[in-house]
C-alpha cells in the first residue's frame, strides 16, 4: 500500500505562483514513477506532470515552462512549482504514484486532491 497526502493548494490571482507537494508513506525510489494530475468540472482528468524512477520528466503542452516538477527522495516527497497561473489551471490536482506488484502488474495509488484556484 502507498498513502500519498498532498499540500499547498488555495486560492492566487492571474499570474501568481503556488507550489503542491506530496508526501508518500513509502520510500519513493520503490516507485516505478509519480505525478501530478488535475480534474476541472466536468472535464476527464488529465496529467499535467510525471517524473519516473529514471528521472524522465513529461509535462502537458499546457503547462510547459511554467511548472516544474520535483522529487526529494531523502524526503519521500513530490513537488510541482506551478508559476504564471492562469485561470484555466483552475482544477483539483492529484498526486499519482504508479507501483511495479510481485507479478509484474502496475497500480495506480491516488492522494485525495487538493483544490487550486486561479481568479481575480
Known amino acids: 500500500q502507498v498513502q500519498l497526502r498532498e499540500s499547498g493548494g488555495g486560492l492566487v490571482q492571474p499570474g501568481g505562483s503556488l507550489r503542491l507537494s506530496c508526501e508518500a508513506s513509502?520510500?519513493?525510489?520503490?516507485?516505478?514513477?509519480m505525478g501530478w494530475y488535475r480534474q476541472a468540472p466536468g472535464e476527464q482528468r488529465e496529467l499535467v506532470a510525471g517524473i519516473t524512477s529514471g528521472n524522465v520528466i513529461t509535462y502537458a503542452d499546457s503547462v510547459k515552462g511554467r511548472f516544474t516538477i520535483s522529487r526529494d527522495n531523502a524526503k519521500n516527497t513530490l513537488s510541482l512549482q506551478m508559476n504564471s497561473l492562469k485561470p484555466e489551471d483552475t482544477a483539483v490536482y492529484y498526486c499519482n504514484a504508479k507501483r511495479t506488484g510481485i507479478a509484474g502488474s502496475v497500480r495506480d495509488y491516488w492522494g485525495q486532491g487538493t483544490q487550486v484556484t486561479v481568479s481575480s
Open positions: 513509502v520510500s519513493i525510489l520503490v516507485l516505478k514513477s
